[in-house]
């Protein structure tokens, strides 16, 4: 992988260790700051489903962290493609279910370094 793709992976991987952060330790402050259109009663309430989405992003920026170790070119590509994957695949399903801009925050970058990937080959 160029420079340029593992930029991007690790761009990737820094805004899923953000949203871990804010999920699993800032729900009931940044959390409302990100959701304004959540009622404020519902992060107390919500506080342990939040963290349950922070630790799944957690897994994504293992796996993506994971790509940018690996000495052999060959196997960085295909797991950094599957995890990019899985980030491309939530950003389309949230795009779908709940805001038209989690595919610009989450999915764009995702495709854009899946694009990297198979065309620096």
């Known amino acids: ?9 690790g761009l990737v991987a820094a805004l899923h260790l953000y949203f871990l952060w804010f999920e699993m330790f800032a729900w009931e402050t940044t959390g ?15 506080k342990a489903l939040a963290a349950n989405q ?7 920026v293992a796996g993506l962290v ?3 170790v690996i000495l052999d070119p060959v196997w960085a ?16 399903f949230g ?3 709940a805001s038209k801009k989690i595919f610009y925050v989450q999915g764009l970058p995702a495709l854009v ?3 990297l990937i198979i065309f620096n080959r």
């Open 66 to 68: 994971w790509s940018l």
């Open 32 to 46: 409302r700051k990100i959701f304004r259109q959540m009622p404020a009663e519902m992060f107390p309430k919500t």
């Open 77 to 92: 590509d295909k797991v950094a493609l599957f995890f990019l994957t899985c980030v491309l695949i939530a950003g389309i």
């Open 113 to 115: 370094g899946i694009v």
């Open 1 to 9: 992988m160029d420079l340029l793709t593992n930029i991007v992976i």
């Open 54 to 60: 922070g630790l799944y992003n957690g897994f994504l």
């Open 95 to 97: 795009a779908i279910t």
